[in-house]
């Protein structure tokens, strides 16, 4: 019997390995894409921090090199105002250390998916749409569907898979604790709470009947080959692709996840006020890695702009949002292409499956 049981999407999809490449914003392009495309993974082009015109442009730059599917990303969070002068009065100290201050204009915050983002969607088709933190409203998702996208929401509770199954999705990511970057917690529940893949996965595919995609201290083929036995039928991996030449990540962000650091993530809320798995910083010993003092998502990376550019400039990524999962340790600096035909090769072969 087949170790890879579950393979509608993969069918669906057309692909060759069982691999999503994740979106990862702001350290994973349209290369990273190409290459993990290239090696037959689902890639993932991460929309939150991009312009519309640049999604376009991105996707373009894709088709030109792969006939391969493509999943453009998205957040959906709740953009309420938030008051933030209790956060930039404790950076008050590091603003006098870098002689940097306040933004005069703080850079807009991280936007949620609106018409706009919508309007792309409806230019360029992608094969596969992924929201993070829910959904978009009815009429937005009705867009979105109507393209023909595959319509892929991330879920870390049953309670979330079985919401995001209601709203008509026809995938789901069950996102456990150990994931590098921000939990897409979406219905409240205390991240205290928040499962590992191995317990969630088994029951997001229970709850709601959907084909699901596991993610969350992924790092190997080991890693994959556990997933699909669990009932997966993608295995998404974001940390170990940081490690690729083709990642967009600082030089000291590539140093720390090379390193014994890579062994300590936290999660954390001071980077940009959603809890969010990091490589240790030094800015957890002035605040504890969760701090009330941060406003909510997305609004304390404001405060952090300048002193992040100043910082970074002298060589201190402490107030960087250097993400990682619990698996960095297992990740190895190889080209997108090869790292995913390894990953799948090697999890196909534990399982005694053929491609
Ligand atoms: C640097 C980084 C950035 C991320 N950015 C996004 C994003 O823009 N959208 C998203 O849906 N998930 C994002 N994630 C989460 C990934 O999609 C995925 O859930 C996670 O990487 C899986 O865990 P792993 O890092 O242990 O492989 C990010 C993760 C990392 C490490």
Redesign the pocket.
């Known amino acids: 019997m087949s170790g890879w049981r579950d393979r509608r999407l993969a069918e669906r999809l057309g692909l060759s390995t069982p691999i999503v490449q ?6 994973g392009g349209v290369d990273l894409a190409i290459g993990a495309a290239t090696g037959g993974a689902l890639a993932s082009l ?1 929309a ?1 921090l991009i312009a519309p015109e640049a999604i376009i442009q991105q996707i373009s730059t894709f088709r030109a090199a792969t006939g391969a599917a493509v999943n453009l ?1 998205f ?1 959906c969070h709740q953009l309420e105002p938030a008051e933030d002068a209790a956060w930039r009065d404790a950076l008050a100290p590091f603003y006098a250390a870098y002689g940097v201050g306040y933004p005069a204009v703080p850079p807009p915050a991280r936007a949620p998916f609106g018409p706009r983002q919508a309007e792309a969607v409806e230019q360029v088709f992608p094969e596969v749409v ?1 929201f ?1 933190f829910g959904l978009p409203d009815d009429t937005l998702l009705a867009r979105v569907k109507a393209t023909g996208a595959l319509i892929v929401g ?1 879920a870390t509770t049953p309670a979330e898979a079985r919401w995001l199954a209601a709203r008509g999705v026809d995938a789901i ?1 069950a ?1 456990g604790h ?5 939990a ?1 917690r979406f219905l409240g529940a205390d991240p205290a709470e928040h499962m590992g893949t191995i317990a969630l996965v088994p029951q997001v595919a229970d709850a709601t009947g959907l084909p699901v995609i596991a ?5 190997d083929e080991r890693g994959v080959a556990a997933a699909l036995v669990l009932g997966a039928a993608l295995v ?5 692709y ?1 490690f690729c030449p083709e990642s967009l990540i600082a030089q000291g962000h590539r140093d720390l996840l090379a390193g014994e650091a890579a062994e300590h993530s936290r999660v954390t809320n001071l980077f940009t006020g959603g809890i969010a798995r990091r490589l240790p910083s030094p800015l957890f010993d002035n605040f504890g890695a969760v701090s009330p003092l941060a406003p909510a998502f997305p609004h304390a990376a404001a405060a952090l702009a300048e002193l992040r550019k100043a910082a970074e400039a002298a060589g201190d990524g402490r107030f960087s949002p250097w ?5 960095a340790r297992l990740g190895q600096a190889l080209p997108a292409e090869a790292l995913t035909r390894r990953l799948a090769d090697g999890a196909l072969a534990l399982l005694g499956d053929a491609r």
């Open positions: 994740a979106p990862m914003a702001g350290a991460p939150a990303n957040f992924s993070h991330n990511i996102q150990e994931a590098g970057g921000h897409g993610a969350g201290g992924i790092g998404q991996l974001g940390t170990a940081l993400w990682s999962g619990e698996a």
